[in-house]
């Protein structure tokens, strides 16, 4: 760990502590984001954790830049690991289907793997939270083991629906709402991801572990899910 | 309660305050007033909190009923107001007589007007605040993101006090001459000595493709030549320079995280004024030091006090 911190606006700050994505960040990630919390106070307004960075949002009416460079200074000292038992462990259920998620197929083509075996090799491992970002409550999972690795779509889906569970590169996320998108999809889950009458509004947060568990279409409507086909979406 | 009723409608016209905050690490976006001091001063005018639930109206097309007699406010844009049919002139409060209609029909300097009420207006907060972001279906009347229709009431609660008009010597400038000023960000140092030239000395047009989550700018393409970079988070008026070189200003309702370069940031100062161009108006940025920057922004507040 080499931490910076850069002038990013004229209130924000971005503390760079790593300069390259992995689980091993996490548990600094999550002790540095609870100091500067804390040195912070009242008059911290936004805290963005991404997968190697914290962007410190201040109140400058509060603080001058120099003030907030040195409370990130002073959070930084002595930092030491949070344990990995931190974060929440959640079991997400997927319906792995092609109606869902079309691009099981093109997964299993690409590995020479059977969409059985893709769907065991998808649901066998514990991912990390590293980030939430691009719609509420939307958690960027990884790492995807390099055989299910796939680049994006060339052209984004206009609607995914709620709940799609996707890839993209070696990572893994599901959508909280429609919007569009374009990982590949392979299955969807009933699971709330977002909900703003919940403690917290997002069920995942950073640092927290997911493992993805596959049911069968009985048991996805029976946990609320909604199977509508994708293509009746567009 | 107090009541206005929406007579006319765009898919533009939004209830906004100064937006959400403590959740962006939720993947929330900021939200808010896209010109936050032409809101400030709408509220101003009639003695509400800064930022209090506004009607953000961009480019006209809105009209209200009064169903009561009220005392109103408007400032920001001049998107020729008319109470029946009479123009009225954006930065003062104003009376509206029960029956009276208050139209906002099209820009004639400015892009987006600020109508404010008493006490602000009535609006469920969700996730701390009312500010209306469709694609995250949160805030607004409703709750659910939606924008203002016709037909919907506008209620409030707040008591009527004297008009006021603002000081002509307050008012900001939309005419645009001033350069807007750039915080420099850390990956300045990575675009080529040419785009560093450019960025700061010619003339940046804006797009047609601008919306509340960003106005692209259309000039000289700029070069990054640093590393591809991790997804980061994303400050309020971030100049975020895509691969094909045009630079976007990020503005409120921005992804909260994002992996493009960029050159900085817009000051807030100088992106409420970016927020009030049309496509088509040219600008220019100009660096500007973060402790100067910093000293005027909050000098800029010291006007509000002002009551």
Redesign the interface.
């Known amino acids: 760990m080499n931490p910076r911190v ?7 700050l ?1 503390l760079r502590l790593f300069d ?2 992995a689980e091993a960040n996490m548990p600094w990630m999550l002790a540095a984001s609870e100091r500067l919390r804390t040195a912070f106070g009242a008059q911290l ?11 410190v ?1 201040y109140d ?2 509060l603080l ?3 003030h907030a460079r040195e409370l990130i200074a002073e959070a930084l000292v002595d930092l030491a690991p949070n344990a990995r038992s931190a974060g929440e462990c959640h079991v997400l259920p997927v319906w792995y289907d092609l109606s869902v998620g079309p691009e099981l197929s093109l997964l299993a083509e690409r590995s020479g793997l059977a969409v059985k075996e893709v769907i065991r090799r998808h649901s066998a491992r514990e991912y990390q939270v590293f ?8 958690a ?1 999972m990884g790492l995807v083991e390099e055989m299910l690795a796939a680049p994006r779509l060339n052209t984004p889906r206009k609607k995914v629906a709620a709940g799609s569970v996707g890839i993209a590169e070696r990572q893994t996320a599901a959508y909280p ?1 429609v ?1 569009p998108g374009g990982w590949n999809l392979i299955g969807r889950t009933p699971a709330k991801l ?1 909900d ?1 009458h919940r403690d917290g ?2 069920l995942m ?2 640092g927290d572990t997911v493992r993805f568990e596959a049911v069968d279409h009985a048991e996805f409507i029976r946990l609320g899910g909604d199977d509508t086909p994708l293509e009746a979406l567009a | 309660m107090s009541r206005l009723t929406i007579e006319a409608s765009t898919p533009l016209c939004l209830l906004q305050d100064a937006g959400r905050f403590g959740v962006r690490h939720l993947g929330v976006t900021q939200g808010g007033a896209a010109d936050w001091c032409s809101m400030s001063w709408a509220n101003w005018l009639l003695g509400n909190e800064l930022d209090a639930a506004v009607v953000e109206i961009t480019l006209g097309g809105f009209a209200v009923v009064a169903e009561e007699d009220c005392l109103l406010a408007l400032a920001g844009a001049d998107l020729g107001a008319q109470i029946d049919g009479q123009p009225l002139a954006p930065w003062r409060s104003f009376r509206l007589a029960k029956g009276q209609t208050l139209r906002i029909t099209q820009p004639l300097l400015g892009a987006r007007a600020y109508l404010a009420a008493p006490g602000g207006f009535t609006a469920p907060k969700v996730l701390g605040s009312s500010a209306t972001v469709l694609r995250e279906e949160l805030g607004g009347l409703d709750g659910m993101g939606l924008p203002l229709a016709k037909g919907a009431a506008l209620g409030y609660s707040g008591g009527a006090l004297a008009t006021r008009e603002m000081p002509s010597a307050q008012r900001p400038d939309f005419k645009m001459h001033a350069p807007l000023d750039l915080v420099l960000g850390a990956q300045i140092g990575q675009f080529s000595g040419q785009s560093l030239f450019d960025v700061f000395n010619r003339t940046w047009t804006i797009d047609s493709r601008a919306d509340r989550m960003g106005i692209r700018l259309l000039g000289a393409p700029l070069q990054y030549q640093g590393a591809p970079m991790i997804s980061e988070g994303i400050p309020l008026g971030a100049v975020q320079v895509p691969p094909d070189g045009q630079p976007i200003v990020l503005l409120n309702d921005r992804q909260t995280i994002g992996g493009y370069p960029r050159m900085g940031a817009l000051t807030p100062l100088a992106l409420a004024r970016l927020a009030q161009c049309l496509p088509g108006a040219k600008v220019k940025l100009r660096p500007v030091v973060q402790d100067v920057a910093h000293r005027e922004h909050v000098e800029y507040l010291q006007r509000f006090k002002d009551r």
Do not use: K, N, W
Request: proline fraction near 9%; glycine fraction near 4%; charged fraction near 10%.
């Open positions: 850069e002038v990013v606006a004229l209130d924000c971005m390259e994505i307004i936004d805290l963005v954790p991404s997968y190697t960075t914290l962007m949002h400058l009416t001058s830049p120099a980030a939430l970002g691009f719609a509420p409550g939307f960027f709402v919007s977002f703003r509004y997002s947060q950073p």
